[in-house]
């Protein structure tokens, strides 16, 4: 599951460095600028000091490194059956499901948009 994952991703990061040199993907359209400012609301909440706990996401588990908290996961990386654990700081956590999201909106986009007139149509 985690390997499918990681080839999608990577899939959709190249595609999206593809794009980027396109006239048409420095548009947004006015859905994608509301979940934008959203995502940024929901960020600046999780910054405030007075915030609820860090809860890390399934699969993932707390770890105390010295006086850091520390969220970590166990996997194997692609083209390796060595178990690896990555371990991410609650900084880092949130950048990580922040580019996650990204992701998904990225995947949902590309899914949502027609190549021609003639696929799109009713016809």
């Known amino acids: 599951m985690s390997r499918l994952l990681t080839v ?3 899939a959709m990061s190249a595609q999206l460095a593809f794009a980027q040199d396109s006239e048409v993907a420095d548009a947004k359209p006015p859905a994608d ?18 915030a609820k706990e860090f809860k890390p ?3 993932f588990y707390t770890k105390k490194r010295g006086a850091l908290q520390v969220y970590c996961k166990k996997d194997s990386e692609i083209g390796s059956r060595f178990i ?3 371990c991410l700081t609650e ?8 580019a996650l999201e990204v992701q998904k909106r990225d995947i949902d986009r590309v899914r949502s948009t027609c190549a021609t007139g003639s696929t799109c149509s009713n016809q």
């Not at 509301?34 to 999780?46: N, P």
């Not at 900084?91 to 922040?98: A, D």
Request: hydrophobic share 45%.
């Open 8 to 10: 999608v991703l990577l």
């Open 33 to 50: 600028q509301a979940a934008a400012k959203a995502d940024a609301a929901t960020t600046a909440a999780a910054a405030k000091p007075g």
């Open 57 to 59: 996401p399934p699969g």
């Open 84 to 86: 690896t654990e990555k």
């Open 91 to 98: 900084e880092q956590m949130h950048e990580y499901l922040l």
